[in-house]
Nanobody, 125 residues
Framework: VQLQASGGGLVQPGGSLRLSCAAS????????VGWFRQAPGKEREFVAA????????IYADSVKGRFTISRDNAKNTVYLQMNSLTPEDTAVYYC???????????????????WGQGTQVTVSS
């Protein structure tokens, strides 16, 4: 499966952005999809994951209540709605997919086999 992330940009603190991860090549509904981010000088960290077949999503504590992950299997796209953004959310955001994950491994970036290119999110006044 090929992934294409988009939607990043520059936003002021408190603002919102919606990222998209468009997939092609396989039956998207069979894949778990995760969003990860990496800030300069920091390790890649888990943000949110959409489990296949629309089971309950998973969120990092740092984004819970502010970010919402959703998917439209008909459009082969997963979205990450990001609200109440802070400068600490500044990072390159990546989407990833895999069809063979157990729930406990969905927050680990190295468990995903398919990755999109990153999209930069900058939160600054």
């Amino acid at each position: 499966v090929q992934l294409q992330a988009s939607g990043g940009g520059l936003v002021q603190p408190g603002g919102s952005l919606r990222l998209s991860c468009a997939a092609s090549g396989r039956t998207f509904s069979n894949y778990h999809v995760g969003w990860f981010r990496q800030a300069p000088g920091k390790e890649r960290e888990f943000v949110a994951a959409s489990r296949r077949y629309n089971s309950n999503p998973i969120y990092a504590d740092s984004v819970k209540g502010r970010f919402t992950i959703s998917r439209d299997n008909a459009k082969n796209t997963v979205y990450l709605q990001m609200n109440s953004l802070t400068p600490e959310d500044t990072a390159v955001y990546y989407c990833a997919a895999d069809s063979n994950l157990i729930m406990s491994s969905m927050t680990t970036w190295s468990r995903y086999n398919y990755w999109g290119q990153g999209t930069q999110v900058t939160v600054s006044s």
